[in-house]
């Protein structure tokens, strides 16, 4: 959405942000108005999967964030008097906010798992949110109100059909928009090191994984470790991996990296997966919760990578998938395919033009 935002900004439009405050004066270009919303110190217990997973999302990270950000999101609506709000998908706050004073609101899907129905199969679990939701819409909602998780008028989705293909499940329009690029990450690093006879392989397993990760990249690290044609370049934000062969640094760069990629292990999160294919780049991806399987599957299901079981792949399942994935011209045929349908999606020009419409 920063990009969006600097989109609307040079369009002549006035953008408001609400939010963890600490965390948006971080990313967001200087002299932007933020209001302040409290947030949650979340302690993710380790091992969590499957049900669990999920159960603990909305009953300790949604449900609680929607209670803490409603004030602060209020206020901020109250002093801004915006004519449309845009609502990140999991922030419940604003889509409600919005809604109960009558204003338009847009869902943000910053993640391309809820555009279809990832829960089809399970109609008890998919009883037992919509359980939640209802308690939620009773407590902050307008009467007779909606899913907040799907605006009625628009969701600008960051990615594209090639990648969710069929129908979205959104209860109003969705506009693929494709993903828009980060602000560059201002994280150092000697690009002097990497060597450019060989395919530069980059593993990582996102910023929120740290208490899963270690066995993991320590099996991508042995599986490297067998293949001295290849360069490979972990992010080891937790320092578990001690081998001189491959390059690692707590904080990387990532989207400079991925640049000089040729392929990507990661845990299916959206925005690897997104970035890495913006560069036509295939994927190995090993999904630990949350929406990275719904993530993982769309990105097998069209052709641009391999699926590992992230609790039990070992160096040989991991070095057997890096090698399908940069030998095979069809992964990289499908990336590719996928990077240019981003590209037509439009960008933030055109998550703009959908936001002037509704206007």
Known sequence: MIGVAAELVARGHRVAWAGDADLLGDLLPPGLAVHPCAGLDIARPAGLRGFAALKHLWDDVLLPLTEAMTPGVEAALDAEEPDVVVADQQAFAGAFAAERR???WVTSATTSSELVDPLAALPAVAAGIEERLTGLRARFGAPGGVDPRFSPRLTLAFTSAALVPGEPTAAGPVRFVGPVPRPAEPH???????????????VSLGTVNDDAGARFLTECAAALAERPHLQGVIADPAGVVTAPHVITAARLPQQAVLDRAAAVVCHA????????????????VAPIRDDQPVIAEQVTAAGA??????????????GQAVDAVVADPAHRAAAHRIRESFAAAGGAPAAADALEELL
Do not use: K, M, Q
């Open 188 to 202: 150092p690093f000697d690009f002097a090191r990497l060597d450019p006879e060989r395919p530069l392989v980059y």
């Open 102 to 104: 009558g204003l338009p």
């Open 305 to 318: 990578g391999v699926r590992l079981r992230f609790a039990h792949a070992t160096a040989r399942h991991i």
């Open 269 to 284: 999160g959206h925005n690897t997966v997104c970035e890495s294919l913006a560069r036509g780049l295939p994927l190995v």
